[in-house]
């Protein structure tokens, strides 16, 4: 059995930033929770849309933390052209994300058709950015479509996209299904995967009922469960972690009216390293953590670090570690996911 | 276009009644739904597993409301005996209500297996009592058991029970899915089905982060609704409403904490026949409210009242009505199904 663990440089591919005081907030807990590079969402209030907005929201997060790398992303919409794809390239801007219309936290602005975009698409593949898809179309009860089926339903929009652009690194973000795994591991080495860490953790009976657990994707049935897990117990390459950590004041979690039901989001990002090992370990992947959080997802990404570089290094505790009840304070205040839970990880101060 | 509609004596084969102050707010508001004959759910705390607990029962119950006739049931247990079934059947008692251990509002005495009850079925077959089947086996993650397929599980339990004891009238409770509706059809004549009020109206987005929408079991898939709405439309004749009315306070409904989320279920008592009317006309089955609310479950419990028997009117309001906030008061205040909605009908006092 492991006590102790390195882990080169963590990097995770997917985490939402915010904006204002719950940024300040949530920015230095990256860091907090063992990782040194942030891949950050671009779904803010309005969304990051063209390469300007996306160096002042990168000046705003270094301002909080520089000891973070944080790649930037812009959000896909109408307003996005080749031509703001070439300048984003140059300016150091690393993806787009598309967001299917209304399916999550302010995606008011998202897409309802790709083909539309096939001329960014062409751009992007051309110079070299990544697609970001959160996959799943909208719910429609006419065709049977509902959050359990919003992703499967997704993923012909993916294998079209892969085909049309076969050399488009694209990444299907935050993986629910087995359908969404088979999917991945069935196209080309242009296509990868993150995965969060409470997929890992969660089935749809945890957020029946239970707003800390809801987000989306919404967690699906255990077999679904299992096969993120399978996927990462075998360390395909194409597998990484991508938090999808997403804060909302705990307010709007734990409570709701008959009008208003709680916000959609699991908030992973102050204790994520120490929580995915203690996650990996408990269904006997602890050996493919660095490939995980690390690994996989830099490679796909052309971050490769160096040897010697930074490694952070966990430990078995000898008393469980309580997952602190909230971060922040008063309307800013998070709970994170598992809070007042024990887990077995902790980070050891360099 | 229909304007009034008069409804004979409905009928609601499935309520949750309480106990204590709980019981003084909801018993009175059956009557005040448009329902002259609840048929009451006996799991309390301790849950009502003898005849004379449920002869105390039905006593509190009139006291409180005695406008309104109570059908008594027993909750399934090792306790019953055959004996004790010729006795409550002797006294009135009507039905037996069967709860998977753990699935819902107090099932933690629930059954495991149910050969070990065949005694007790043939007894009830043979008196001619009725078993009450909650039909959700409990979630297992280790066969991909949760609660979006644990109705569907349950339906092999349902068939074999039935053909072991064909004379038996079993009815499948609060069915949410197709296969149920599919599975009651094919069944023989003395295999009925009850349908609640919300189940008509959700899905599972409705409860995704919602917990007024919370319920056991749950909203399913738009398909499982659409089969429900059918086979009311078609005016199958073992189809009836029992509304599963089941009221919590509304704190347990509205806040959750990361260790404790909502409680389960929907509270419909106070409006329900309007609500339901409402309903049906959506999906055009008014004609069939009748049939559904009143004439379906009575034929099948042998309850069937005469001609001339009292009728409750409800006309469509010229303004819609707005379904209140609230019932009740303090820690007993309970919050109606579509709180601050709009529904088209109402009741006419006679």
């Known amino acids: ?10 990097a995770d591919f997917h985490v939402h930033l915010r904006q204002g005081e719950m940024c300040k907030v949530v920015t230095p807990l990256v860091r907090k929770g063992g990782f040194k590079l942030a891949y950050v969402m671009p779904n803010l209030r309005p969304p990051i849309t063209t390469t300007e907005m996306a160096l002042t929201y990168k000046k705003e997060l270094e301002a909080i933390d520089p000891g973070t790398e944080y790649l930037m992303t812009l959000y896909l919409s ?13 300016a150091g801007i690393v993806g787009v994300k598309s967001y299917p219309r209304g399916v999550t936290t302010n995606s008011e602005g998202g897409i309802e058709s790709y083909e539309a975009y096939y001329p960014v698409f062409e751009a992007m593949e051309k110079v070299g950015m990544v697609l970001n898809l959160h996959g799943e179309v909208p719910s429609d009860p006419t065709s ?62 945890d957020w029946a009922g239970q707003g800390f657990h809801y987000c989306k ?17 075998e360390g395909h390459p194409r597998f990484f972690l991508g938090s999808d950590s997403a804060p909302h004041p705990s307010e709007t979690k734990s409570t709701s009216t008959p009008q208003v039901g709680c916000a959609a989001g699991v908030f992973t990002s102050a204790h994520l390293l120490p929580l995915t090992a203690h996650l990996l370990e408990e269904f006997g992947a602890l050996d493919k953590l660095e490939g995980f959080v690390s690994i996989n997802g830099r ?21 469980p570690i309580i997952v602190p009840n909230a971060f922040g304070a008063g309307t800013q205040s998070v709970v994170p996911f598992m809070a007042g839970g024990r887990i077995n990880w902790d980070i050891v101060d360099s």
Chains 1, 2 share one sequence.
């Not at 479509?145 to 929009?157: D, G, M, R, S, Y």
């Not at 993916?158 to 999917?183: C, Q, Y």
């Not at 796909?300 to 966990?314: D, N, P, Q, T, W």
């Open 1 to 10: 059995m492991f006590s102790d663990i390195e882990v080169t440089s963590p």
């Open 78 to 90: 109408p307003d996005l052209t080749p031509n703001e794809i070439r300048k984003a390239k140059d």
């Open 144 to 205: 049977n479509t509902c959050v359990l089926n919003a992703e499967i339903k997704f993923l012909p929009h993916l294998r079209s996209i892969h085909e049309r652009f076969p050399k488009l690194r694209i990444v299907l973000e935050h993986a629910t299904t087995r359908a969404a795994v088979e999917t991945v591991k069935s196209l080309g080495e242009t296509v990868g995967c993150t995965i969060t860490a409470h997929h890992l953790a969660l089935t749809v009976d």
């Open 217 to 233: 994707p919404v967690a699906k049935f255990p077999d679904d469960r299992l096969a993120l897990r399978e996927v990462i117990r």
């Open 299 to 319: 490679r796909f990404y052309g971050k490769e670090v160096a040897a010697g570089s930074e490694k952070i290094r966990l430990r078995r505790s000898s008393a």
